[in-house]
């Protein structure tokens, strides 16, 4: 069948899990075991029974609700797929995880960012900056603003070293949960951080920002020839000028000498308020030199109660989720002019 806008019908379901190095590490099945109760791939079959596209996703369970959640964006298979052709597999794929008894569909995590979304889906405008690395080392350094490439040079000067290795999990874990603590944000148990991470194997790199035996600075970095991805990264309260950028671009290096062929900086809010630590947050990602990419977060009910109750409960913890937060901007980019 084919929709009045001439793109053609796909239908979603269940299909095998065959991930390589070629698609996002957050597509694999080990990661998606780590991360979530139940987990799985639908698909996208056109009426010829040709895949054309695939979706990654995990199952959140809570007490007494059942929540998917996707890790990574719809995934073409063999050839391109047009917008309105997603948008169609979206509705297909909220109709099959409705016939699975799942409770709601909560928004994604800020590596994955959708194009489209389904109808009667609530949404919000997300994007995130992504660099292709897969150009000479020289470009990639020069792509970045100079203000950055002087602080980096800064962070050489000043003796800061930057490490590699499982053995500073420990360490990453408590630099991130004291930088989100202090935009009174909460990280996952040490546990769940752990067998993320550690169920990740070999698909990720945990780097440090080390000045004079402290560390200041640092990241984790899962990955895969398709691209790495900033998970997470923290700084002490007042770190070392340099540090941070250096590790930055000491990742990004690293990653490029690896054939990785994108960085992912994960996620930055549309059009922030002047002067909002969001708005810092975007500029410190664009002046590496990424191209923005712009697209939707969403969420979907199938329980109307039990999603009035995770509202509820998300906005007394959180003040809302990213869609909750965000969703007013939607109606205003559809206002403006052309």
């Known amino acids: 069948m084919t929709s009045s806008n001439g793109a053609k019908s796909l239908t979603a379901g269940p299909v095998e899990i065959r991930w390589h190095p070629g698609l996002p590490i957050y597509a694999s099945g080990a990661f998606l075991k780590a991360a979530g109760d139940e987990y799985g791939w639908i698909g996208g079959t056109d009426e010829s029974g040709v895949l054309r ?48 008894g799942v409770d709601m569909i909560i928004p994604a995590t800020n590596t994955a960012i959708f194009r489209t979304y389904p109808d009667g889906a609530m949404a919000a405008p997300y994007g995130t900056f992504i660099k292709d690395i897969s150009q000479p080392a020289e470009v ?46 909460k990280l996952k148990n040490h546990r769940e ?15 440090v920002a080390e000045h004079q035996g402290i560390v200041q600075a640092c990241m984790v970095a899962p990955f895969s020839e398709h691209s790495a991805y900033n998970l997470y990264s923290g700084t002490t309260a007042e770190p070392l000028t340099g540090a941070m950028h250096l590790l930055q671009w000491e990742a990004i290096r690293q990653f490029h ?69 965000e969703s007013h901007k939607l109606a205003l980019q559809s206002n403006r002019p052309d």
């Open 53 to 100: 596209c695939v979706l990654p996703y995990t199952v959140v369970r809570k007490p007494g609700l059942r929540m998917v959640r996707f890790r990574v964006e719809t995934i073409p298979v063999g050839g391109e797929l047009g917008v309105n052709e997603e948008k169609l597999f979206l509705n297909s794929a909220v109709q099959y995880f409705r016939s699975t």
């Open 193 to 207: 951080f752990k067998r993320i991470v550690l169920g990740l194997g070999e698909n990720v790199k945990l780097f």
């Open 140 to 185: 990639l350094l020069n792509e970045i603003y100079p203000d950055y490439r002087n602080k980096i040079r800064r962070g050489i000067k000043g003796s800061v070293q930057i490490k590699t290795g499982m053995e500073y999990l420990d360490s990453c874990y408590s630099l991130i949960a004291a930088t989100l603590k202090r935009s009174h944000l």
């Open 257 to 325: 000498e690896m054939g990785v062929k994108r960085f992912n900086f994960t996620g930055v809010r549309i059009d922030p308020e002047r002067g909002s630590k969001q708005e810092g947050i975007m500029n410190f990602k664009m002046r590496f030199g990424g191209r923005l990419v712009q697209g939707y977060m969403w969420k979907y009910s199938f329980h109307a109660v039990k999603f009035a109750a995770y509202s509820v409960a998300v906005r007394f913890l959180i003040g809302g989720d990213i869609v909750d937060q």
